[in-house]
């Protein structure tokens, strides 16, 4: 199974940008199925992000549409998030995972998951 490793979080202010990261070990990157998610908190874990094997079909939850891109190299059997306008309601740990079916938004499709990058947003 695939092995997922997240990188890229940090501290910014409400209005900067960040760039996730989500590095795959295996040969089998390219036939996945990617899904970016987060979890704050005291809350569940919830759908952020998700992107075909071939990087053309993605979908984003309502709450970053327009804010949030979603892309992948698989040349580099790496996933990313690039997060602008960030909101204090952004703060969270962030998880890449894989699922073998596609562009999905149920968590529970999805396995591999790595440990977790801490975004954090100030007002």
């Known amino acids: 199974q695939v092995q997922l490793v997240e990188s890229g979080g940090g501290l910014v202010q409400a209005g900067d940008s960040l760039r996730l990261s989500c590095v795959a070990s295996?040969?089998?990157?390219?036939?996945?199925?990617m899904g970016w998610f987060r979890q704050a908190p005291g809350k569940e874990r919830e759908f952020v992000a998700t992107?075909?094997?071939?990087?053309?079909?993605?979908y984003y939850a309502d709450s970053v549409k327009g804010r949030f891109t979603i892309s992948r190299n698989n040349a580099k059997n790496t996933l990313y998030l690039q997060m602008n306008s960030l909101k204090p309601e952004d703060t969270a740990v962030y998880y890449c995972?894989?699922?073998?079916?596609?562009?999905?938004?149920?968590?529970?499709?999805?396995?591999?998951w790595g440990q977790g990058t801490q975004v954090t947003v100030s007002s």
């Open positions: 295996g040969r089998t990157f390219s036939t996945y199925g």
């Open positions: 992107i075909g094997w071939n990087g053309v079909n993605t």
């Open positions: 995972a894989a699922n073998m079916r596609g562009v999905l938004a149920d968590k529970g499709a999805y396995g591999g």
